[in-house]
């Protein structure tokens, strides 16, 4: 079964438009600095409105390859929702069902083609995809992505880091944690200081003698941002907003 991808793609969008709502539209462009055109549909009625799409085409029929070609493309359309959409379909249609190497792959490709470029529909695939992804497939999977740090896309060296909050409990992967961070904690980008502070913050909570340790080695390279607002759950939070303003 060959699926019409363009129809498809269109008729979700068409469902999209029927309940956008333009506030809804002008909240979130201004929120995100109009980097990203929204349609003006909340995150709960694009997920019903996924699982009404897949019902009426009988999605769950194709072939789980087409499946994955179709959420591809919705990922590579221009609005948010859209790629949400299809992000929320791998999430929740083809990643138990996908293997890992596979998805690895189609997420290469899409930072590679720059279909990311902002940090909301980018932490969007990092959390609700890759990070779930890293704890299905162990280390092998936890590997490839921090290997990302590297890469020439800020997106994804930024998804090198944000979906290991998915494993932060997990003492295996502090190592790679900590040496991922060592290499992106020296740029000055703001979206790759902040996704290492989001890090910090999830393991400052279940283990803040690892993160304040962290903190300590990579103090200096810090931004005031983060120590501000990713180090409040540390006990020596207020020094360490102290010694950034010295």
Known sequence: ?????????????????????????????????HVIPYRGVKTPVVA?????WRRAH??????????LRLADRLIREGHAEDKFAGTLYIQKHLLRRVDEAT?????????ADRVFFDWST?????????GPL????????????AGWRTAADLWQRRSSIVPFRAVVRD???????????????????RFIQTGVGWLIS????????????????HFNDLSAEVIRRHTKYLPDHAAYKERKRG
């Open 1 to 33: 079964m060959h699926p019409d991808e363009t129809g498809l793609v269109r008729d979700l969008q068409q469902r999209l438009r029927a309940v956008a709502d333009p506030r809804t539209k002008a909240w979130f462009e201004n929120y995100l600095k």
């Open 48 to 52: 019903r409105i996924v699982g009404e």
């Open 202 to 217: 999830d393991l400052s909570k279940v283990h803040p003698r690892v993160a304040a340790a962290l903190v300590e080695r």
């Open 103 to 111: 998805l690895l792959t189609t997420a290469e490709q899409l930072f």
């Open 58 to 67: 009988e999605l769950q029929r194709l072939a789980e390859a087409d499946q």
């Open 122 to 130: 980018t932490d969007w695939f990092s959390v609700r995809v890759l």
């Open 134 to 145: 890293i704890a299905r497939g162990g280390e092998a999977v936890a590997e490839r992505i």
């Open 171 to 189: 003492s295996q992967y502090h190592p790679l944690i900590e040496e991922t961070i060592g290499l992106l904690v020296t740029e000055r980008a």
